[in-house]
């Protein structure tokens, strides 16, 4: 049987030791259909010729990461971190990405309530420039064991009540597989977020058992121990008919032959996903 690769996506940093010169042309060799980029992909290139090439290689621009760490202890620093959306968003527009990812932030010891304060703060700072250039935000609730400073939007029950509060159509959830199948009311605010016509994203990779390093050491599909299906059975239950966006952060897999690797990302969509 073919495998559909019609709605999977690949985060380029998931081939990290690619350029996104090279990236490009092997997700399109491999009929990969999306491709979500992240900033640091972009340095030292002209944007605008990056999204051209994307897209005459049938690439769907699914999205930009990342934008986020809203929370500081100085003022000073709050406004730089809404300057740097700012130009987030402005190479999102330039790429041609419908969507910028957040990585919402938090400050060790500063209180997690005054965290979130800050990042509904800082997110409405940065609507307008939104609105004016028609780019979606999506607050990317993060595992808990990263509250310290990754961010202090933990749960997908606190990612919808930043969007209630700033009640506003371009903003949304990235839900990550990952950050997410731990909770026990992930089915009921992933129904909210349906509802609500908020969810944005939805990006895919496995837990590993034991996991051996809090950031880069995330599996491929079927390798750990997430319900992928039952995950995508939410979630396309509460309305999202969007790409699956594999994104995984592994030392183990960037030190492996980024080939073998793509090929076993297709193989593992299929087969769990």
């Known amino acids: 049987m073919t495998p559909d690769l019609s709605r999977l996506c690949v985060h380029t940093i998931t081939t990290k030791p690619w350029p996104i010169e ?14 979500t980029v992240w900033r640091q992909a972009l340095e030292g290139r002209d944007i605008e010729k990056v999204g051209e090439a ?26 730089e971190a809404i300057e740097d959306n700012r130009r987030a968003l402005r190479e999102a527009a330039a790429l041609g990405a419908p969507l910028v990812v957040l ?19 800082g997110i409405a700072a940065i609507l307008p420039l939104a609105e004016e250039l028609d780019v979606r935000l999506g607050i990317e609730p993060l595992h808990p064991m990263y509250a310290d400073d990754r961010s202090a939007i933990n749960t997908m029950a606190s990612a919808n009540a930043v969007c209630e509060q700033l009640d506003h159509p371009l903003v949304g959830i990235a839900a990550d597989a990952y950050h997410i199948w731990w909770d026990p009311a992930l089915a009921e ?11 944005f994203a939805f990006h895919v990779c496995d837990w590993l058992t034991p996991t051996t390093d809090l950031l880069n050491d995330r599996g491929l599909m079927g390798e750990g121990c997430i319900d992928l299906h039952g995950m995508r059975t939410l979630i396309e239950a509460a309305g999202f008919d969007g790409f699956h966006e594999v994104e995984i952060f592994s030392d183990r897999w960037w ?19």
């Open 22 to 35: 090279v990236a490009m042309d092997k997700y399109a060799e491999a009929g990969i259909a999306g491709i």
């Open 54 to 79: 994307l897209r005459a290689r049938n690439l769907s621009i699914v999205s930009l990461c990342r934008g986020g760490f809203f929370p500081a202890k100085t003022a000073t620093g709050l406004a």
């Open 103 to 121: 990585v919402c932030g938090a400050v060790p010891g500063q209180p997690l309530a005054e965290s979130r304060k800050r990042i509904a703060d």
């Open 189 to 199: 605010q992933i129904a909210i977020a349906g509802e609500k016509k908020r969810l």
């Open 255 to 273: 030190a492996a032959d980024q080939d073998d690797f793509l090929s076993r990302i297709k193989l593992a969509y299929f087969e769990h996903c």
